[in-house]
């Protein structure tokens, strides 16, 4: 109790002996609005620790310039999970499945996987290059940041900003995915006519209390930065913070908790009426990248193809499926796997699901029961990265057959003239 300073944020001396740290998040000069910074109240100032040096952590890309451009449309069965002896930390498991731009000229992003089954002991990871979502598949992540603890589970995700130090802890096997923005940060959309409620809840988004620990043991503290790693040495812990306050701080939030918007009369309504977050870019309306969700929920429209339609978009579109069967792709796209859609490659429901999808009978019903699929869109050209083309071993060859079967359903009744005659 007290160790928070009432009155301002850097008194000549903080309670306890404690020091004062401002981070932030955005420049100083941002409009109040946008502006991110916390103040941190820590028993000894991160700048304590020996020189960084630099290390190799081979799976996590951030250069693009040399990896080669596949316009198909590209499907992942599950990445494989280490398994023992292997003991394999978050950050050792890190593997890259596509990307663009550039870390060092903040202006860019990156899609990855995480595959582990080991907790991080006595070390701690920051990214320098930017905020990570992390969409967690299999397994709990026990996660120690600066600011405090989180618990989180499948079905939730975190968002971890840019710089702020964190060390995850596993039980076993785990396994999910996330996104790196290289410039910006994750925010609510806009609702627009929607209305002051829907989608998700900015009272939903839970932030870790000050949790610290008065160590001083070694530890490791490995930095991403410029799409380089390093380490450097402390003789104390990094999670020393007694208090804190301020806007710029780690959050999860449970996916079960949004509010679904659809349409409850006809036609099928764009993918972006289900946005849980989106990293905007300058230009209105275009995201750097948009976190979607396909939850469970009533479709009721009439004479209506209610599955996703067929599709070539401007944006970039990687999925995943947490649990359950993604309805326009039953089968084929499983839990732990993905698929990446790219800029102006035809995409849509396959064949089997086209064909029962536009003669069945249309009553009101729940879809997507027991299921969480997810999308990472973005307006920038991925490429997928050698790892995820090859070297995993998981990518499906036989991908464009889930098309094949769509053939020409044109009929033109007899005594309608046909204008290529």
Request: contains cysteine; glycine residues 8%; negative net charge.
């Amino acid at each position: 109790p007290g160790a928070l300073p009432t009155d301002l944020n850097s008194p000549q001396q903080c309670p306890y002996g404690l020091y004062a740290e401002q981070l932030s998040g955005t420049a100083f000069t941002v409009a109040r609005d946008g502006n991110q910074r916390s103040w941190l109240y820590r028993i000894q100032p991160p700048v304590v620790h020996r020189p960084f040096t630099k290390i190799d952590i081979n799976g996590w890309m951030s250069d693009f310039s040399a990896v080669e451009p596949d316009p198909n449309q590209l499907r992942w069965s599950p990445f494989d999970i280490p398994q023992a002896p292997a003991s394999v930390d978050f950050v050792e498991g890190i593997h890259t499945v596509a990307g663009a731009g550039s870390p060092v000229t903040r202006s860019g992003l990156a899609v990855h996987v995480y595959c582990c089954n080991a907790s991080m002991k006595n070390k701690a990871f920051y990214n320098a290059d930017g905020d990570i979502l992390v969409v967690p598949q299999t397994g709990t992540l026990h996660i120690t940041t600066e600011m405090g603890k989180l618990d989180v589970d499948p079905n939730e995700i975190v968002v971890l900003p840019r710089g702020i130090r964190f060390s995850v802890a596993v039980d076993g096997p785990t396994r999910g995915y996330f996104v790196e923005v290289y410039n910006g940060h994750f925010t609510l959309p806009n609702l627009g006519p929607i209305g002051a409620n829907g989608l998700a809840s900015a009272r939903h988004f839970q932030y870790p209390v000050a949790w610290y620990e008065d160590s001083t043991e070694d530890y490791a503290i490995v930095s991403k930065f410029q799409g380089r790693f390093f380490v450097s040495q402390q003789a104390h812990s990094p999670f020393d913070v007694v208090a804190w306050h301020g806007n710029y701080a780690p959050c999860k939030y449970n996916l079960a908790l949004y509010t679904v918007v659809n349409s409850t009369s006809f036609d099928h309504l764009d993918p972006s009426i289900f946005t849980v977050l989106t990293c905007p870019t300058t230009e209105p309306g275009v995201a750097l990248c948009d976190f979607v969700i396909f939850p469970p929920r009533w479709a009721v429209q009439e004479h209506t193809f209610r599955p996703p339609y067929f599709h070539r978009n401007c944006m970039s579109e990687f999925m995943g499926l947490i649990l359950g069967e993604y309805e326009a792709k039953k089968g084929g796209f499983l839990p732990g796997g993905g698929s990446l859609h790219s800029i102006m490659t035809p995409h849509g429901p396959d064949s089997k699901c086209f064909e029962a999808e536009s003669t069945r009978k249309l009553v009101p019903e729940r879809v997507a029961e027991g299921t969480q699929a997810f999308m990472f869109e973005t307006c920038l050209h991925l490429k997928a990265t050698p790892w995820a083309l090859r070297e995993c071993g998981k990518l499906q060859a036989d991908y464009f057959e889930a098309w094949q079967g769509l053939a020409s359903r044109f009929s033109v009744p007899a005594g309608v003239k046909r204008n290529d005659e």
